[in-house]
């Protein structure tokens, strides 16, 4: 959605609201930190409500998509594993995970480029599933080389077109 769109909604509705609709795809924070990072701030003083501070022409900014501006994600994680010696064998466990982990992304960099991923909107969801499907699921996910999310929302999308093709 594009910022001018989302400046629009926030004249008559909270951000809390807009965040929540099916169009917007981000939390309120995030669409809130998004509007900071292109150039609006929330005013509560005489122009009360978002104003343009940043630099550059507004009209500009305002046809760019607040997903431009929009990271998810926790910033500064520490990966250094090594810092301090382990006394808890729940920890050294943790961190053998981790390194496992390191290894396991280090040798996917290395490996031939599968498919291009692009950055989509996501919703997490939640579902149960036969115990036997996933094992399949997750089977076919490790032999092609893809996530479980991926073979999901992959085969979704084909039964959609199929139930739009009768």
């Known amino acids: 959605m594009k910022i001018g769109k989302i ?23 995030l669409l809130r930190k998004a509007l900071n990072k292109a150039g609006y701030e929330y005013r509560n003083s005489s122009e009360k409500g978002w104003c ?5 022409d507004e009209e ?3 046809e760019q998509l607040i997903y431009d501006f929009a990271t998810a994600g926790k910033a500064n994680v ?34 031939a480029p599968t498919m291009e991923r692009t950055n989509v909107i996501r919703k997490r969801s939640s579902f149960d599933m036969d ?24 085969a979704v999308r084909h039964y959609l077109a199929e139930l739009k093709g009768k």
């Open 7 to 29: 400046l629009e909604l926030i004249k008559t509705d909270t951000p809390a609201n807009i965040a929540k609709r099916a169009d917007v795809h981000l939390s309120e924070k």
């Open 78 to 111: 520490s990966t250094n594993v090594n810092k301090e010696p382990i006394n808890d064998t729940n920890q050294r466990f943790n961190v053998g995970i981790k390194r496992g982990k390191e290894q396991v992304k280090q040798a996917n960099e290395q490996s």
């Open 60 to 62: 500009t900014v305002k």
């Open 131 to 154: 115990v036997e499907l996933m094992k399949e699921l997750k089977i076919q996910a490790i032999i092609h080389d893809r996530t479980v999310y991926e073979l999901v929302e992959s």
């Open 52 to 56: 343009f501070v940043g630099e550059g």
